[in-house]
């Protein structure tokens, strides 16, 4: 239960910074999303391995380091997390509704697979690898990911990576229900692809 609740608050964290950085029109939210994620994941990485993603859980599971039994329980505070930071960020901004962003669906598409597939491929080589077992620096490295696919590529897809964050953005008026359709499904093939090319590159570790 702890895991959970880790989970839960690394994730309603990263959300609720999204939704307040975006809605708030902050320069500096691709850094601010970012440096979210990071201090998250070194504050609660030790206990629940600090995913915060529906599709990094997704490649943990295919990499081996994250039991079955824990996967739907990590997925449901995950979206629930995203639910209830939207809403709250949505009560924050009440009287200002907010317009959902026009994508393009293959460029969308493209972009959202590759650097959800870059932020599983980063987790997964830096938080469970043997040879950087024990680092200290994991935590930075994933964060400044994210931050970099928000910089490179927030203008073509929202900049999720992330299918909770997806549910969150989707629930405060930000994207449309066809973005978060394509935000499940691009982010959770990156992840998957993530971790076979992992197993691939390193074995059975």
């Known amino acids: 239960m702890k895991k959970y609740l880790v989970e839960f608050i690394g994730t309603f964290f990263l959300v609720f910074t999204v939704g307040m950085a975006v809605r708030s029109g902050a320069p500096l939210a691709p850094l601010a999303i ?9 504050a609660g990485g030790h206990v629940s391995g600090g995913h915060f993603n529906p599709a990094v859980t ?22 629930a997390a995203g639910l209830v930071a939207a809403l709250i960020v949505t009560f ?37 690898a043997k040879g950087t077992s024990g680092n200290s620096f994991y ?20 900049g999720a990576f ?14 449309s229900a066809k973005q978060f359709g ?9 992840g998957a692809v993530a971790a076979l090319t992992y197993r691939f590159v390193n074995g059975a570790e």
């Open 139 to 158: 935590g930075l490295a994933i964060g400044m990911t994210v931050m970099t696919g928000a910089v490179a590529v927030g203008g073509v897809s929202g």
């Open 182 to 190: 394509l935000y499940l499904v691009s982010d959770l093939a990156g």
């Open 92 to 128: 924050i901004f009440v009287g200002k509704p907010a317009a959902p962003a026009l994508h393009g669906t293959v460029p969308s598409a493209i972009v959202e697979f590759l650097f959800t597939f870059a932020l599983a491929w980063v987790v997964l080589n830096v938080a469970t």
């Open 34 to 42: 970012g440096a979210s994620l990071m201090v998250m994941i070194f």
């Open 58 to 79: 997704l490649a943990v599971f295919i990499r081996g380091k994250c039991e079955t039994k824990d996967v739907i329980p990590y997925w449901v505070a995950q979206f």
């Open 162 to 175: 992330n299918p909770a964050v997806g549910l969150g953005v989707f629930t405060m008026g930000l994207e």
